[in-house]
């Protein structure tokens, strides 16, 4: 009688311009991200996966380093799997790295902490190569009193005011999140916002963001974003800021 093929956890740091794509999820009829590099592992292993990430990033949302993983009985060495994914995949998307890991690790609830950055770029022209990874914002604001606003979201808030409307979002699901820092800076001609958090609602930086213009404009003062961390409602938040300017730069976990 034959042995069965063992089965591995492996772990992958995945790079992805957002642009083209309809966000992370698998979509019926959509090309995805998720979708692609499932594609590319079954392409060179003949072997279907699922591959689930840290987290679903919207249409359009880029990031520097998503954290993925699947099992697989595939005994491809982890050393060549970014090159032979990249071979197969769109060039807008790059597996960085790939590690076998424990059996129980999962990306998205064993990560502690996910950091992410908006660019606000601010010149009158913004050039062609920049402009599909900004939100191009060439009008007035009062830069001091968004950089000023930015901490007042640090600790643990109900942000149900920057939460987009989500089917997971039950009547009892608690949109209470930490945020250990988050900070806004002028980098050049960009106004750059980092937060990391230990997680996120849907569209909940691009809202943030859309709320601090909001302040910049002089549309909203500081209580009043303040009493939007006590769980206000989605209606009492700023716009939601376009995807082309967001990032996910990291993933962390416990060592």
């Not at 060549?80 to 995949?89: F, G, H």
Request: with cysteine; aromatic share 10%.
């Amino acid at each position: 009688m034959l042995a069965s093929t063992p089965e591995r956890r492996i772990r992958i740091t995945v790079s992805y311009d957002g642009t083209q794509f309809h966000g992370w999820q698998v979509q019926p009829g959509l090309v995805t991200i998720q979708s692609e590099l499932q594609r590319a592992f079954q392409v060179i292993t003949k072997i279907p996966v699922t591959i689930q990430g840290s987290g679903r990033t919207d249409a359009g949302v880029h990031a520097r380093a998503q954290v993925a993983a699947f099992s697989t009985t595939s005994q491809i060495p982890c050393q060549n799997l970014p090159r032979a994914m990249n071979r197969v995949l769109p060039g807008a998307i790059r597996v960085l790295s790939a590690e076998e890991v424990a059996p129980a690790f999962h990306a998205r609830f064993d990560a502690v902490s996910k950091l992410y950055e908006y660019r606000l770029y601010r010149d009158e022209i913004c050039p062609p190569f920049d402009f599909p990874y900004v939100h191009h914002f060439p009008y007035p604001l009062d830069d001091a009193a968004m950089i000023a606003a930015a901490p007042l979201l640090e600790g643990e808030h109900d942000f149900s005011a920057f939460a987009a409307h989500d089917e997971r979002y039950t009547e009892d699901y608690s949109k209470v999140r930490t945020i250990f820092a988050s900070v806004l800076k002028r980098e050049g001609p960009a106004l750059v916002y980092r937060v990391r958090g230990s997680g996120f609602l849907k569209h909940m930086v691009r809202n943030i963001v859309g709320t601090l213009l909001e302040v910049g404009k002089g549309n909203l003062v500081n209580t009043q974003l303040q009493n939007m961390l006590r769980g206000a409602p989605r209606a009492e938040g700023g716009p939601t800021a376009p995807a082309s300017g967001l990032f996910l730069v990291e993933v962390t976990y416990k060592s």
